[in-house]
DNA sequence: CAATATCGCTATCAAAATAGTAGCAACCAG
DNA sequence: CTGGTTGCTACTATTTTGATAGCGATATTG
């Protein structure tokens, strides 16, 4: 597994700016979900599985380890829970739920 | 090519929540990536092409149909451009610059 | 007119990522 | 021991992405 942090070379990039890292993290299938998952509280592995309507224990596990490589999440008591840097993370892209709102009703017309 | 839009069954949800549509479809690779360049301005296909580092042009044609679709996207005079609402969701997404700068400083310890 | 260059884009095939299913070892409850 | 969880690995199938070549259209230059 290729651990992608900033400043270090990321898929497709190579230019290790912090934002390209984060969109590749971002960017991969089940991520921005499962982090969006955690907001509300711990969730074993199992748990978190079944929020993300079943993915393959072999993605969630990939995925748990490039999250928590990237500090955003750690496996603490209760099962997988964001770090502060996650909820903070997860904070910032909270401006989505609205704008979402929005973009629904819109394109639904 | 599935068109993914809000309150539609999304691909690994079926909950048709608007902001799991939106995390289809920012969870695609590339995605972010070419609206966060389009911010800048108008692109042709080959130039946001080459911002993202060579993609496969086929891959580039699915995602800006994609996009299109989602109407974050239009084709315009000058080449490929952020529509109001492709603008407004980077907008929301500016936060992240200063939280991915915090992010890559304390990873790097 | 012909040569050249760019445009958006398709077609093809290989590589990589993701999905689906089965099951293991460790733990705890009864 | 039985049965239930837990986190997770192994394996194969399917989907997605990558890499390259090249087409038809338009513009530009000589």
Redesign the pocket.
């Known amino acids: 597994m290729?651990s992608i942090l900033p400043n270090k070379p990321v898929?497709?990039s190579g230019s290790g700016v912090p934002i390209m890292a984060l969109f590749d993290i971002l960017g991969?299938?089940?991520n921005m979900r499962m982090l969006w998952s955690l907001r509300q509280g711990a969730?074993?592995?199992?748990?978190?599985?079944a929020e993300c309507?079943?993915?393959?224990?072999?993605?969630?596990?990939?995925?748990?380890?490039q999250l928590q490589a990237a500090q955003l999440v750690l496996?603490g008591e209760g099962?997988?829970e964001l770090t502060a840097m996650g909820r903070d993370l997860m904070d910032r892209l909270d401006p989505l739920r609205e704008w979402s709102a929005q973009w629904s009703a819109i394109l639904e017309e």
């Open positions: 290729s898929r497709g991969r299938k089940w969730l074993s592995f199992r748990s978190l599985q309507g079943g993915v393959s224990p072999s993605v969630m596990n990939a995925r748990l380890k496996l099962g997988y």
